[in-house]
């Protein structure tokens, strides 16, 4: 019989696991009870689901140009404000920017006739008018993030003499150069189907192609990490935000999910300039503001080569790319992003402000 | 495959033909003791029978979908497994080797299972998956409006046609305020 000899250390660390395994649940809260968002805000205008978020100023001097945020359809806005020293928003406020942000909510059966239409001439343009009535402006700059930044990109150029700056992190815009394992499920899938048997496209599915992005580093290595910290508590505060973000995530209502897939991923239309949005021709080239696209080099959600065709599309002659060296969400919610996205983002639309 | 489809044409003629005899032979006694609601459940009884025989082949394809859909995970978990076996021959006992062999297996994992979602052979198979999948939630859907029939509430379609009548008035006003606005 061979002699197996295990190292002390490993005997130990096991143990260890073990312990914080069963002592997990006292030393830690319950994540559905985990609180998102620290920064203060008023909720200055709703229509339907959606709300208008209008964050308290943190300067006494303000940027003269308000920025309007407009979040993605997937998950919920938390993320650009889930903890204080990563805050998006704080940040932003901090910069002395006026801080609005669109809270899409949870659209639920009755919501499964909204499409693009809705989304950008509807909410989206109510969302501008009542922010320039607030602050007495023709025009607002605005960021979307994700599939935020498709229906802000949208909105640019349906409504160019609105929008002062558009700023697109991430968006998703070419969906034929997209090298996600999401556009690879996309390039098949049978929107139709799904949106005239189901409505809303369901939490659930999306949840699925979260876990076939990174199944062994987000689905097992993850979870093993935090038992491993559980005495950290700013990991584990970080770690429970997170989760619990991620775990939220509304349907999407079907019209808009079935012009997605098929309009963006399956016949790529906006890249081509062919989109039509409420019988309106939608041109990139009418984006004639200043554009800043923000691509993150690592997102495996929206492949770099899916956001940054946007750059060289627009007509517009005052015009940045900007490649980071992060992910889909550390380019919005990370130290990274705190020391260097933003400062350089601050400092590009304050010149243009 | 011939003996898999006569068989499933055996199974449905047979429930078919049942299903209308009793129907035909309950008809009689039922229209004499019954009002309605009761009438309504023999009738009821055919389209339900119907919808539960015709989704026999889309149980099939789903079965087989799955099938290959769980094999597709198991070849890449068996490919992946020898790869690090190929690379590391024996786990080590020590904490340092140990942490060393996890980021291979992990490593080795990750890139062999996104190959695999990123395959056209995976999305072809997941989508016909997802899809027989829906089919078989039509039937539900059909025999849930079935019932919801016979209890006089209304019908799916009925509460859809309901939400998109909403949802055109909902725009008609939306564009009537913007215009007024405007104005």
């Known amino acids: ?353 | 495959m011939e003996n898999e489809s006569n068989a499933t044409d055996y199974y449905k003629k047979t429930a078919m033909f049942w299903s209308d005899m009793i129907t035909m032979m309950s008809s009689k006694p039922t229209t004499l003791s019954a009002v309605g609601p009761l009438r309504n459940l023999s009738t009821n009884l055919k389209k339900i029978t119907s919808e539960l025989t015709e989704s026999n082949k889309e149980i099939v394809e789903f079965n087989n979908f799955l099938i290959e859909y769980y094999k597709q995970l198991a070849d890449t978990w068996t490919g992946a497994q020898k790869e690090v076996s190929s690379k590391i021959s024996k786990v080590p006992q020590n904490e340092e080797g140990l942490e060393a062999y996890k980021r291979v297996w992990i490593d080795i994992f990750e890139n062999n299972f996104t190959g695999l979602f990123d395959s056209k052979k995976f999305s072809e198979n997941y989508n016909k998956l997802v899809s027989t999948e829906l089919d078989l939630l039509k039937r539900w859907n059909a025999i849930t409006d079935v019932m919801l029939k016979s209890a006089n509430l209304p019908t799916k379609q009925e509460i859809e046609e309901i939400y998109e009548e909403l949802h055109t008035l909902k725009s008609r006003i939306s564009k009537l305020e913007s215009s007024k606005k405007k104005a």
């Not at chain 1, 395994?21 to 229509?47: I, N, R, W």
């Not at chain 1, 009755?110 to 602050?135: P, S």
């Not at chain 1, 919005?332 to 590009?348: C, D, H, M, R, Y």
Request: charged share 25%; glycine share 6%.
């Open chain 1, 1 to 353: 019989m061979p002699e197996n000899k295990f190292d002390p250390k490993i005997i130990g660390e096991f143990l260890n696991f073990s312990r914080n395994f069963t002592e997990a649940p006292m030393k830690v809260s319950v994540p559905h009870e985990v609180k998102l968002g620290s920064t203060q805000f008023d909720v200055v205008y709703k229509e339907d689901k959606m709300r208008l978020l209008h964050f308290k100023p943190l300067t006494s001097k303000q940027v003269r140009t308000p920025l309007l945020i407009s979040y993605a359809v997937v998950n919920r806005y938390h993320i650009f404000d889930i903890d204080p020293k990563k805050s998006w928003v704080k940040n932003l406020l901090e910069q002395g920017f006026d801080v609005y942000l669109i809270d899409w909510g949870t659209p639920s059966k009755i919501d499964k006739f909204l499409g693009f239409d809705e989304y950008v001439n509807r909410y989206l343009d109510n969302c501008v008018d009542f922010v320039c009535d607030e602050t007495n402006v023709d025009k607002v700059s605005i960021q979307g993030y994700c599939t935020g930044g498709t229906l802000a990109t949208v909105y640019s150029a349906l409504h160019p003499e609105r929008v002062k700056n558009l700023i697109a992190t991430a968006p998703v815009i070419d969906g034929w150069k997209d090298t996600t394992v999401v556009s690879n499920i996309a390039k098949y899938f049978d929107a139709d189907k799904l949106v005239d048997t189901v409505g809303n496209m369901p939490p659930e599915f999306i949840y699925y192609c979260f876990s076939i992005l990174k199944p062994f580093e987000q689905g097992v290595e993850k979870y093993i990490k935090f038992l491993n910290n559980i005495d950290n508590e700013k990991y584990v505060d970080s770690f429970l935000k997170i989760e619990k973000w991620l775990d939220e995530t509304p349907p999407i209502p079907g019209e808009l999910f079935r012009q997605w897939i098929k309009g963006i991923y399956q016949d790529n239309l906006l890249i081509q300039n062919k989109m039509y949005v409420g019988n309106k021709h939608v041109s990139l080239k009418n984006l004639n503001m200043p554009v800043f696209t923000q691509v993150a080099v690592g997102d495996h959600l929206v492949s770099p080569e899916c956001s940054m065709p946007l750059h060289y599309a627009v007509s517009s002659t005052d015009k940045i790319l900007k490649l980071y060296p992060t992910g889909h969400v550390g380019m919005i919610a990370s130290s990274f992003s705190q020391k260097t996205v933003l400062p350089e983002l601050g400092q590009w639309l304050k010149e243009r402000s």
